[in-house]
């Protein structure tokens, strides 16, 4: 079962703990000038850009997506040019091994003002994780600002297996603190579109941090393994692991059967977080939306409305939507938990809980059929559950039934 802790999280995302100190690149490209006529005008006009504008021959200089051998050099190589980057299609994919041999260091995203993207537009590239990595795949370093992914296929092949056992080698080594997921981006008005995020060893299939980032139509599912495996140490992972999101956008995304939270938000203003779909039909996980606390706890002015989680199954989804972080660790409140409204909840053991909050709304929210009987906490399924002596300064919707939700352990309470 995973740890709150900021400080923990962040070391298992396989970020440096002091990474906040590390380098950050604001380059100047150098510029060209070229001579184009003009087709209103038949005139010649010179214009000038930067030279970093020019996509990079993928199949030259970023490494043979059709092909068993790692890529990590020439794609990193590629990273640390900038500018627009379209890597090429192909099977099985443009393989991440551990960067000039160190397992222990995936891809890292240095420029900003980067464009990773596919050079078959919808057809996504592919980007695979290698035998040996045990590192996240793709990640920042430090604070990286205006740079965009899109169209690219990430797949941590944490499922897929060789003629000698797991095609993962070190997948059964997954610990908390140390539990490498798939992408983790940190800076500040980052897109992140049109992507997939699948089959994360650990971890999570998808990190954010920073402010005023655009996040939306990306798929991500199947990451990690869930606590029915029988995997050692803490294999599962989160969908969307968001550590802080400051006026930043996440809509459209599609979530299915991830293991830990499929989309958990830790704090920050102006946060939109809408129109997204959670979906759980075979994976097991502790909750679908979870309003939590990772960085302060404080949503103000944030709002959580129109998204939709829901399993097929049941025991499939423990809590379908989570106000608060007290089933985890009754040391960590959610100060403010912003609006959370018109969401839609159904099929879960839990479809709604309210516990360890200081503020906020909780309203409008359609929640219905309620089952199973796996909530974790040894109770059976109920529709909208408050803990009202750890909810205070909060509106509330009507219906809920009094219940303490406190570190896996639920005990009926008294009523207001």
Same mark, same amino acid.
């Given at each position: 079962m995973r740890r709150i802790p900021i400080l923990v999280f962040l070391c298992g995302l396989s970020i440096a703990c002091d990474s906040n100190n590390g380098p950050s690149f604001s380059p100047t490209a150098p510029s060209t000038s070229i001579s184009v006529e003009d087709p209103a005008t038949l005139q010649?006009?010179?214009?000038?850009?930067?030279?970093?504008?020019?996509?990079?021959?993928?199949?030259?200089?970023?490494?043979?997506?059709?092909?068993?051998?790692?890529?990590d050099a020439a794609l990193q190589t590629c990273l640390d040019k900038g500018g627009n980057i379209d890597l090429e299609p192909g099977l099985p994919g443009y393989i991440v091994n551990g960067l000039n041999g160190d397992v222990n260091?995936?891809?890292?995203?240095?420029?900003?003002g980067t464009a990773l993207g596919s050079s078959g537009?919808?057809?996504?590239?592919?980007?695979?994780?290698?035998?040996?990595?045990?590192?996240?795949?793709?990640?920042?370093?430090?604070?990286?600002?205006?740079?965009?992914?899109?169209?690219?296929?990430f797949d941590g092949m944490v499922d897929e297996m060789a003629e000698d056992g797991p095609y993962r080698r070190r997948r059964g080594e997954c610990i908390d603190g140390r539990a490498p997921g798939n992408i983790f981006l940190q800076g500040n008005g980052f897109q992140f579109k049109d992507n997939e995020s699948q089959h994360a060893m650990c971890g999570s299939g998808l990190g954010l941090m920073g402010s005023g980032y655009d996040v939306q139509n990306n798929y991500v599912s199947y990451n990690g393994r869930d606590k029915n495996s029988g995997a050692p140490g803490a294999p599962w992972s989160d969908g969307m692991t968001?550590?802080?999101?400051?006026?930043?956008?996440?809509?459209?995304?599609?979530?299915?059967?991830?293991?830990?939270?499929?989309? =958990?938000? $830790?704090?920050?203003? /102006?946060?939109? @977080?809408?129109? %997204?779909?959670?979906?759980?039909? !075979?994976?097991?996980?502790?909750?679908?939306?979870?309003?939590?606390?990772?960085?302060g706890g404080d949503h103000t002015g944030s709002e959580f409305r129109g998204n939709t989680v829901y399993s097929g199954v049941p025991d499939r989804l423990s809590?379908?939507?989570?106000?608060?972080?007290?089933?985890?660790?009754?040391?960590?409140?959610?100060?403010?938990?912003g609006r959370v409204v018109g969401n839609t909840s159904y099929g879960n053991v839990l479809n709604l809980i =309210?516990? $360890?909050?200081?503020? /906020?709304?909780? @309203?409008?929210? %359609?929640?219905?059929?309620?089952? !199973?009987?796996?909530?974790?906490?040894?109770?059976?399924?109920?529709?909208?559950v408050v803990n009202p002596a750890h909810v205070t300064n909060t509106k509330l919707q009507d219906g809920w039934t009094p219940l303490q939700f406190d570190e896996w352990v639920c005990v009926p309470v008294a009523g207001e």
């Open positions: 010649t006009v010179t214009k000038t850009g930067p030279a970093s504008v020019k996509p990079l021959n993928a199949r030259e200089i970023c490494g043979n997506p059709n092909d068993w051998e790692p890529d260091r995936g891809l890292h995203l240095i420029r900003s537009g919808a057809n996504r590239a592919r980007i695979i994780a290698g035998r040996d990595l045990f590192a996240i795949i793709l990640q920042t370093q430090g604070s990286v600002s205006n740079f965009s992914i899109r169209n690219i296929s968001v550590l802080s999101c400051e006026r930043g956008y996440i809509a459209h995304n599609v979530l299915v059967d991830n293991t830990d939270i499929d989309l =958990v938000l $830790g704090g920050g203003r /102006g946060c939109i @977080v809408e129109l %997204n779909t959670i979906a759980h039909f !075979g994976n097991y996980a502790f909750a679908g939306l979870s309003i939590g606390n990772f960085s809590m379908g939507i989570l106000v608060g972080s007290h089933p985890w660790s009754t040391q960590v409140w959610v100060h403010n938990a =309210v516990e $360890g909050v200081r503020g /906020g709304e909780v @309203v409008g929210n %359609n929640i219905y059929n309620p089952q !199973g009987s796996d909530s974790g906490c040894g109770k059976h399924s109920m529709n909208y």
